[in-house]
Nanobody
Framework: QAQLVESGGGLVQAGDSLRLSCAVS????????MGWFHQAPGKERKIVAA????????YYGDSVKGRFTISRDLVRNMVYLQMTSLRSEDTGVYSC???????????????????WGQGTQVTVSS
């Protein structure tokens, strides 16, 4: 079992930066492919970034490429999402997720992920 807790969301202005954190307990993050999902108001949840269990590959959705960076801290067992040049369309709930099936990457469907955090709200004002 693993527990995921996100933090770092808030209200920012367009063009600002924000770093989200995901604290993982119960298992080492090296046993998961990790993902960050975004759910905009009234829309389905979509993956925006993913990091392979060994840290050697990452993935970004087209809308965030060049602006968002996923990273991790093995000592703290945490995963981060650094968001820059934020836009109003980045508004929504961001959730951290862990995928215990390591043989495929990236997995983009919600159903591929085994553990989820509660989400953190990001609001970007224009």
């Amino acid at each position: 079992q693993a527990q995921l807790v996100e933090s770092g969301g808030g209200l920012v202005q367009a063009g600002d930066s924000l770093r989200l954190s995901c604290a993982v307990s119960g298992r080492q993050i090296t046993t998961f492919n990790m993902g960050w999902f975004h759910q905009a108001p009234g829309k389905e949840r979509k993956i925006v970034a993913a990091l392979m269990w060994n840290g050697k590959n990452d993935y970004y959705g087209d809308s965030v490429k060049g602006r968002f960076t996923i990273s991790r801290d093995l000592v703290r067992n945490m995963v981060y999402l650094q968001m820059t040049s934020l836009r109003s369309e980045d508004t929504g709930v961001y959730s951290c997720a862990a995928d215990a099936y390591l043989l495929t990457f990236p997995d983009s469907r919600e159903s591929d992920y085994d553990y989820w955090g509660q989400g953190t709200q990001v609001t970007v004002s224009s």
